[in-house]
């Protein structure tokens, strides 16, 4: 009986025989918004928390603009206000921000007016934003039956366009009698319903007016800020094989250029159908035919650390976390949980665990940021699970994207300009680096990409933003990403005859970007080919158990909010005894590099720089973090120095250098051999190497000096190798 006894006139619908009763109705209607509007103010007055803490009294008149509602709230004070607000969202809204108005006004004392007498405060627009705790739908699966209700949608926002005045109230006036009216806008995409006639009567000797006689006044309107953006799919949320959805939101007044492309968002919003302009020639004569939109109403920005949704972790959750992370072997057991399907490759294992828990960002007081991120670079021979490697990222660290080498341009790891097609303007849509903004992007073929395509991918390695200056928007982009990459050499195999140079054959400057390096050989032994090819067959035997299956993703899970919460709750920071040991350890290996490049007379494959300090610090702190402990100690940069050594300064090292231990003899043997060769291949000709290598070892050479005698000719240009390195053309 809500609404029963408001002021309102009843009518007895005597005149009407049918009696449909749609006077009583209207009335009716006016008495439950009435009383609606009413309970909407109790609301906003007198919702308590706990005792005597009124929140949404106190956040309206700290920020008298906004309101930030949530509907569990609104459900525990009234169980009827969210389901009117759910289903017909766009009547029952305005009221509630009139509510909030009125509140506010009497909320504020008076204020002297011109004359100097008390009056009221003039009423102001009120934004209400509307949250919630429940489960986001998908997008594929709003349809027609949400049309004009409330929806909540999370995905990544892509594209932003610049903000439009929209107006609220358009001020027509009539051409003929300078009559002047207000109609009001439909709010969103909506336009204005503009009447046909002028409702002004005309004296005696006036002539009516014609039909359709209202001119628009723009400079008299009211006007609010509004803007478009696009909401594309949460990566992880597409099925295989299909393409991303996009949807068009409009959001309006507060929101307004509070989000840049590439954040993450849930999102609130009634769910319309504009007529869109430029529809394609097919649809310009159906009426019928419009383009769904979302009107936002409220959106939330999930926090950094993990951007699905608030780190809602439950408390026995945390409790077995800290209990897995306070024992002894917790390093060990972690590792051997990442990629299990993979045997061996254990210290490529624990850098991968590294990498997914991942250093902490420091930003110093001249606002300078320093990387947290660790970046790994897996380089070797085919077959040896560096993409498994790869995929196991992808799917185990809490944002990842995956892309390959020869597909992937510099504007699609970057950032892209697209003209939008209705507007005619610019907007920047982010690449694979801004989309993984805060987890991983996995590069494999990596030694396949285009060299200007690369070097694209410096800036985000290092400075960990993305600069633009493309048609006409300039600005930075964040991509806190960390970077595993996977690379064959030059040859397609790792070739131990060759130099360390010529085997990684990418540029130093982006090798010293990379914390790790490993070089991943496929070792021929007979006992380790023996274990490898029965653990292989394991798996393929036992692969479809379906048992088994639940369990392993169970553990991928586990995994996976283990890493999230690490990366939310710890931020460690290296021990003065460990940054003693730490300094001591950087300046042997300086001069361990020193001494070798002056042994050899060239400068290592791999820089050893103070990237690469950094670079054990960002280990030391992440094995710091599996633990959950806030202080890396010595042993963690033990660990680390260790990791550091096998991968990196082991790849450094690697390869043959023509001048190490060259005794006289064989330096007359290599002559020998070349005079030989020489004698065999004419200039211009060209002949097998494996005949070659064979013709000379018959006539009793050493194999080894052959080969020795050939890399040096081919260093100093004299013979190349043709058909993948079958054939020597002895060059003029």
Request: charged share 25%.
């Amino acid at each position: 009986m809500s609404g029963w006894d408001e002021g309102a006139v009843y009518y007895s619908d005597q005149a009407q025989v049918l009696g449909d009763g749609a006077g009583a109705d209207a009335s009716e209607a006016a008495a439950t918004r009435h009383s609606v509007l009413r309970k909407f103010k109790e609301f906003i007055r007198g919702f308590e928390t706990s005792k005597n803490t009124f929140p949404y009294r106190e956040s309206l008149v700290h920020d008298p603009r906004s309101l930030a509602v949530d509907l569990e709230d609104l459900d525990a004070f009234d169980a009827d206000l969210p389901s009117l607000l759910r289903t017909s969202p766009a009547d029952y809204l305005p009221l509630f921000e009139t509510a909030a108005a009125e509140v506010l006004v009497s909320l504020k004392s008076k204020v002297p007016g011109e004359t100097g007498e008390m009056e009221e405060p003039e009423t102001r627009d009120v934004q209400i934003l509307l949250t919630s705790k429940e489960d986001p739908v998908s997008m594929r699966s709003v349809g027609a039956q949400y049309i004009s209700k409330l929806v909540k949608i999370a995905g990544i926002t892509i594209a932003a366009s610049r903000t439009k005045a929209k107006a609220t109230y358009v001020t027509l006036v009539c051409k003929n009698c300078r009559n002047v009216k207000m109609v009001p806008c439909r709010p969103g995409l909506g336009g204005a319903i503009v009447p046909r006639s002028c409702d002004h009567i005309p004296q005696p000797g006036e002539d009516r007016c014609p039909i359709d006689p209202w001119l628009v006044v723009p400079d008299r309107s009211k006007y609010v800020d509004q803007q478009t953006l696009k909401l594309q799919e949460n990566p992880e949320d597409v099925p295989t094989g299909e393409l991303p959805r996009n949807i068009l939101l409009s959001v309006d007044r507060h929101l307004v250029q509070t989000i840049v492309p590439g954040t993450r968002l849930s999102i609130m919003g009634i769910y319309s159908i504009f007529q869109s302009s430029n529809s394609s020639t097919s649809h310009r004569g159906a009426v019928a035919v419009r383009q769904p939109y979302i009107r936002v109403v409220g959106m939330e920005e999930p926090n950094e650390a993990n951007s699905r949704g608030p780190a809602a972790f439950t408390s026995e959750e945390v409790e077995e976390f800290k209990k897995i992370a306070a024992q002894p072997d917790a390093y060990k057991h972690i590792c051997s949980k990442i990629a299990p399907s993979i045997f061996g490759h254990d210290d490529v294992k624990k850098a991968v665990a590294c990498l997914l828990f991942g250093g902490s960002r420091k930003v110093l007081p001249d606002g300078v940021k320093l990387r947290g991120d660790i970046n790994v670079l897996l380089l070797g021979d085919p077959s040896t699970a560096k993409s498994q490697f790869l995929k196991f990222v992808e799917k185990t660290a809490p944002i990842a994207v995956y892309t390959s080498g020869k597909g992937s341009s510099a504007a699609g790891l970057t950032a892209s300009v697209i003209r939008d097609g209705s507007s005619r303007e610019f907007y920047l849509e982010g690449g694979a680096m801004v989309l993984a903004d805060g987890g991983v992007v996995c590069i494999d073929e990596f030694d396949k990409m285009r060299p200007e395509d690369r070097v694209a991918i410096h800036e985000a390695m290092e400075q960990q933003t993305i600069s633009i200056a493309k048609a006409g928007i300039t600005t930075v982009l964040n991509s806190r990403t960390s970077v595993l990459a996977a690379a064959n050499p030059p040859s397609g195999r790792y070739d131990d005859l060759k130099t360390a140079q010529d085997n990684i054959d990418l540029q130093t400057t982006i090798l010293s970007r990379f914390d790790l390096i490993f070089i991943v050989k496929d070792v021929r032994m007979y006992t380790q080919d023996k274990i490898i090819a029965s653990h292989i067959i394991k798996v393929h035997a036992s692969a479809n158990a379906a048992s088994a299956d639940s369990k392993i993703s169970k553990e991928e899970n586990w995994l996976k909010r283990y890493i999230q919460y690490c990366r939310a709750e710890c931020h460690p920071r290296l021990s003065e005894s460990a940054s003693a040991l730490l300094q001591n350890s950087y300046i042997t290996i300086r001069q361990d590099m020193r001494q070798q490049a002056n042994d050899t007379g060239e400068a290592a494959a791999i820089p050893i720089t103070v990237r690469q300090l950094e670079a054990i610090v960002r280990l030391s702190e992440a094995l710091a973090r599996m633990k959950l402990s806030h202080v890396a100690t010595e042993e963690n940069v033990q660990e680390a120095i260790r990791l550091f050594t096998v991968s990196t300064m082991d790849a450094a090292r690697s390869g043959i250098n023509q001048q190490v231990n060259l005794t006289p003899e064989m330096a007359n043997e290599i002559k020998q051999a070349e005079t030989q060769i020489k004698r065999r291949i004419g200039i211009g000709n060209h002949i097998s190497e494996r005949k070659l290598i064979d013709e000379l070892t018959r006539m009793g050479m050493n194999e080894s000096i052959v080969r020795r005698a050939l890399i040096i000719m081919h260093q100093r240009d004299e013979v190349e190798y043709k058909r993948e390195r079958r054939l020597i053309f002895r060059k003029a």
